[in-house]
């Protein structure tokens, strides 16, 4: 096991990747954050309280429960359905990140995709991920990147979050010692 990120190098990555969100869309004007469960979601909000930090702007948040569209459901165990808290203004028209912990397979935003189109239709999608660990299996990449981390198949990325996990930090399991 390695440490990818310490805590406090994942403060700065979720500030960097705000200063990103706010360089690309000319201040987050019609931006809405969306987590994708589980630690998405406390990454939005990260994003957004650092978006406010830096802007005094306030970006609405929400969570994007996939469970139901995923591709794996008959393989794995059954899973508890969370909720989708869309913001009160809204999908529609809007700029809709969705925010993730790792990107791996790009199956998870592929279900994103799907649940999105199921509450609004918003002017355009992009991807902001804390983690990318490569291997995709679907033509999809992020928009905002936190750090790049190549891997080897038998290893995985885990991510834990204060707001889950008590602590913050990345860490490479597995793999070749």
């Known amino acids: 096991m390695k440490v990818i ?3 406090a190098e994942l403060a700065r ?4 990747i705000a200063h990103q969100i706010l360089e690309k869309t000319q201040g987050a004007a ?3 954050l969306l987590g994708i469960p589980t630690r998405g979601a406390p990454l939005a909000h990260r994003l957004a309280a650092r978006i406010n930090a830096f802007e005094d702007i306030d970006v609405p948040v929400g969570v994007l429960d996939i469970t139901l569209y995923r591709d794996d459901l008959r393989r794995h165990a059954v899973r508890a359905i969370g909720p989708t808290e869309v913001p009160a203004e ?4 809007k700029r809709v990140i969705l925010v993730d912990d790792v990107l791996f397979s790009g199956r998870t935003v592929r279900a994103a995709l799907d649940a999105l189109s199921d509450i609004g239709r918003p002017s355009s999608v992009q991807l902001a991920v804390l983690v990318d660990r490569g291997h995709r299996e679907l033509p999809i990449r992020a928009d905002y990147v936190g750090k790049n981390i190549p891997t080897a198949l038998a290893e995985s990325v885990k991510v834990t979050l204060a707001e889950t996990d008590g602590a913050d930090e990345v860490k490479l399991i597995g793999g070749a010692a």
Do not use: M
Not at 13 to 16: E, F, G, S, T
Not at 90 to 93: L, R, S, V, Y
């Open 5 to 7: 990120l310490t805590s």
């Open 13 to 16: 990555v979720v500030d960097r």
């Open 30 to 32: 019609g931006t809405v």
């Open 90 to 93: 809204g999908i529609d028209g």
